[in-house]
C-alpha cells in the first residue's frame, strides 16, 4: 500500500469519487411527483415535475437522481410534523437542475420551535440536505425546524435565489420562555467544495453561511438578517479550508458581521484564503468583524491548532456596529495566525475598538473610524516587504483578468527553505519559502494565494 505510485493512488481516489457521486442514466421521460409514493418511479425519468403535496411525517423526501435530470416545482409542498432527525429534504445526483419556480418548502418550524434549536428540547429535523452539482434555485423556505440546508458534495453547484424566512421565529412563544423560539437555524452550513452561493436572503437566528470545511466556496450578494452574521467556521480538528470568497452581501440586525471561529481544541487543521469584498453590515450588535480561535469561548484563550493564513479585505468592506458592540477583534492564538494580510479595503465604525493581536495585519487601523488615513507604527514595517509585488495588480476587480501575467510575480523569495505538501508557496503579502518540498509544484491559485501540489 504505501509503496502505491501516487499516479495509481490518485487514479484510485478519481475512481472513487466519481462512483461515490452515483452517476445514473436516466430514461427520457417525465415522472410526476403528487405523493412519496411516487418517487420511485419519477427518479427514473430525468424530467421531473411535483405537483403541490404534504410529505409524510417522518419521511425524508429523498431525489437521488439520474445524471442531468430537470426538477421543476409546480406548487408549494408541507412537511409533516415528527420529532426526529431529519433530513426532511434530500437531493443528489451530477449536472442537476432543480427549479423551485419561485414556490414553498413549508417545514412547519413553529410546530417545534422551543428556543432551543438543537441544543435541546424537542427533537427537529434538519431540513434540506444538497449534495447534487448543477443548479438548485428559485426556493423559498419557510420556518425551517432547525438548520435549513446542509451543502455537501463535489460541486460544481450553483445555489441562487433561494429565500429563507424564518423570522417567525424572531418572537417568543410558549415553550421559548421568553427567547426567541426559532433557535440553531442556520442558512447554509457547508462543507463542500466548488460551492457558489448568490442572490439569496437568509432571514433567520443563526449564521447566515457557516462553513465547515471545503475549498472554492463564493457567497455572493446575498441579504442576511436577524442571525449571527457570515461565518467560517467553527472549525474543528484535521479539517482544510481553502479559496473562500466573500463577495457583495449585505447584513443587518444581526449579532455579528464577519467571523473566522475556530475550536481552541483544534488541531492539525488549516484555513487559508479568505477574501472579502465589497460587504456592508450595519445595526451589528455584537462584533462587526470577529476573527477568534478560542472557540467556544469568546476572546478567551485560544488554540494554535488552526493555522490561519491569507485572509484579505480587499475592497469596499463597511461595518457600522451599535454603539454597545466590538467593531473589530482578532484572538490568535501564538504563531497560529501566519502571512500579511492587507485589510486596506476595510472601514469600521460605531461602538468600541476591540483588542486586534495579530501583527500581521497591514493598512487597517482599528483605532478611528476609517482606514486609511492612520496607520499605526506597528503595522507599517511590514508593509516593505511587499511592495515591490503590488505593481501587477492594479485594481482587486479586474486582477481575476491579469492573472497569467501575475502568476509568478506575487511572490517574494526573501525566505529560505521548502514549503510542505498543501502549503502556500506564494501569493501577495506571502514572504515565506516558494520551493515546495520535493515532488511538489508551487500552483498559483489565486493572486493572494499558491499552493504545493502533487507534480
Ligand atoms: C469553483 O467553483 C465554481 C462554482 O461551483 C465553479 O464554477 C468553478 O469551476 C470552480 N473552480 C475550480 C477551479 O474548480
Ligand atoms: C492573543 O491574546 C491571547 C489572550 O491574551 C493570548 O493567549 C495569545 O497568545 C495572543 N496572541 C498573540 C499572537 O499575541
Ligand atoms: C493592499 O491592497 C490595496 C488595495 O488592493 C493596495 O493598494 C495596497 O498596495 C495593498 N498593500 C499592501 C501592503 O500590499
Known amino acids: 500500500m504505501y509503496s502505491t505510485p501516487s499516479s495509481l493512488l490518485f487514479a484510485t481516489f478519481v475512481a472513487f469519487t466519481a462512483s461515490a457521486s452515483a452517476e445514473r442514466v436516466g430514461k427520457r421521460c417525465t415522472g410526476t411527483i403528487s405523493s412519496l409514493s411516487d418517487v420511485a418511479a419519477a427518479v427514473e425519468c430525468t424530467t421531473i415535475n411535483i405537483n403541490s403535496f404534504t410529505v409524510t411525517a417522518g419521511e425524508t423526501f429523498d431525489l437521488e437522481l439520474a445524471t442531468g435530470t430537470t426538477v421543476n416545482l409546480l406548487g408549494d409542498v408541507t412537511f409533516g410534523v415528527s420529532n426526529w432527525a431529519g433530513p426532511l429534504f434530500q437531493i443528489a445526483g451530477t449536472s442537476v437542475t432543480f427549479n423551485g419556480n419561485g414556490h414553498t418548502f413549508n417545514g412547519n418550524g413553529p410546530s417545534y420551535w422551543d428556543g432551543q434549536g438543537g441544543n435541546g428540547g424537542v427533537t427537529k429535523p434538519k431540513f434540506m440536505k444538497i449534495k447534487n452539482s448543477g443548479v438548485f434555485t428559485n426556493l423559498k423556505i419557510l ?92 472549525i474543528s480538528s484535521s479539517v482544510t479550508v481553502s479559496d473562500i470568497y466573500i463577495t457583495g452581501n449585505t447584513v443587518t440586525d444581526s449579532d455579528n458581521g464577519l467571523r473566522i471561529k475556530m ?29 477568534d480561535q478560542s472557540y467556544p469561548d469568546t476572546l478567551g484563550t485560544p488554540g494554535t491548532g488552526v493555522i490561519l493564513s491569507n485572509v484579505q479585505f480587499i475592497s469596499g468592506n463597511t461595518v457600522s456596529v451599535d454603539s454597545s458592540a466590538t467593531r473589530v477583534a482578532v484572538n490568535c492564538g501564538s504563531g497560529a495566525c501566519t502571512g500579511t494580510w492587507n485589510w486596506s479595503g476595510l472601514a469600521a465604525s460605531g461602538g468600541k475598538t476591540g483588542t486586534v493581536n495579530y501583527s500581521g495585519i497591514t493598512g487597517f487601523s482599528n483605532t478611528g473610524t476609517t482606514t486609511t488615513t492612520t496607520k499605526s507604527s506597528t503595522t507599517t514595517t511590514k508593509t516593505t516587504t511587499t511592495t515591490t509585488k503590488t505593481s501587477t495588480t492594479t485594481s482587486p476587480t479586474t486582477s481575476k483578468t491579469t492573472t497569467t501575467t501575475t502568476k509568478t510575480t506575487t511572490t517574494s523569495a526573501s525566505s529560505t527553505g521548502t514549503v510542505a505538501a498543501y502549503g502556500q508557496c506564494g501569493g501577495i503579502g506571502y514572504t515565506g519559502p516558494t520551493t515546495c518540498v520535493s515532488g511538489w509544484t508551487c500552483v498559483y491559485s489565486n493572486d493572494y494565494y499558491s499552493q504545493c501540489v502533487q507534480a
Open 143 to 234: 420556518n425551517s425546524p432547525v438548520h435549513v440546508f446542509s451543502v455537501g458534495g463535489s460541486g460544481p453547484l450553483t445555489i441562487s435565489s433561494i429565500t429563507i424566512d424564518d423570522s417567525a421565529g424572531d418572537a417568543a412563544n410558549s415553550a421559548s420562555g421568553g427567547d426567541p423560539a426559532g433557535h440553531n437555524t442556520d442558512g447554509f452550513d457547508v462543507s463542500a467544495n466548488n460551492i457558489l452561493i448568490k442572490d439569496c436572503v437568509v432571514m433567520n437566528q443563526d449564521d447566515c453561511l457557516a462553513i465547515n470545511k471545503g475549498s472554492n466556496i463564493t457567497f455572493q450578494n446575498n441579504k442576511c438578517s436577524g442571525g449571527h452574521g457570515i461565518s467560517i467556521g467553527s
Open 263 to 291: 475550536d481552541a481544541d483544534a488541531t492539525g487543521s488549516t484555513v487559508s484564503g479568505v477574501y472579502y469584498t465589497g460587504n456592508t453590515l450595519s445595526t451589528i450588535h455584537k462584533y462587526g468583524v470577529l476573527i
